[in-house]
């Protein structure tokens, strides 16, 4: 039986940190990351995930494996259903969060992934979207 290549998780509630983490771990574990970069993906997929429950309140997590000439990686869509990000670039800024979170912030969560992208439209909610 072959496994599935996308799916998602629902972000409903900060209880919900707990199940992305899990999924994040058992998908990059089956795509035979190393354990370092295990770590990177579940904790920044945990601070992203942290931010929706903070500053969005609900959203979802959209998976995608990905195969690039044969390395194996993973996608992940963060939807959060809030009112948006009004200045990306200030945001993004090292130092500008305000550590409700893991203290990482999203140019840690930038740091640990390889690839980051933030789409944010004012009144309809962010976008972000990390590949490992
Ligand atoms: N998914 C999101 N929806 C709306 N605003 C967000 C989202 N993620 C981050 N933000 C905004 O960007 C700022 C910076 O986030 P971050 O770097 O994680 O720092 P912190 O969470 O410590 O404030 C947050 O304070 C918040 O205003
Ligand atoms: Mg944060």
Redesign the pocket.
């Known amino acids: 039986m072959s496994q599935p290549t996308q799916g998602d998780v629902p972000i409903k509630s900060e209880n919900d940190i707990v199940v992305v983490r899990r999924v994040v771990r058992d998908l990059v574990t089956r795509l035979s990351f190393g354990v370092t970069d295990v770590t990177r993906a579940v904790t920044g997929a945990s601070?992203?995930t942290?931010?929706?429950s903070?500053?969005?309140g609900t959203?979802i997590m959209w998976w995608t494996t990905l195969d690039r000439h044969g390395a194996a990686g993973l996608e992940l869509r963060?939807e959060?259903h809030?009112?948006?990000?009004s200045d990306i670039e200030l945001?993004?800024k090292p130092g500008?969060?305000?550590?409700?979170?893991l203290?990482?912030?999203?140019?840690?969560?930038k740091r640990l992934m390889d690839e980051m992208e933030i789409h944010?439209e004012l009144g309809k909610?962010?976008t972000?979207t990390v590949r490992k």
Request: hydrophobic letters at 40%; proline letters at 3%.
């Open positions: 601070e992203l942290r931010n929706i903070l500053y969005a959203g963060f959060g809030g009112l948006g990000i945001a993004m500008h969060g305000t550590s409700h979170g203290g990482l912030g999203l140019p840690g969560a944010s909610g962010t972000l």
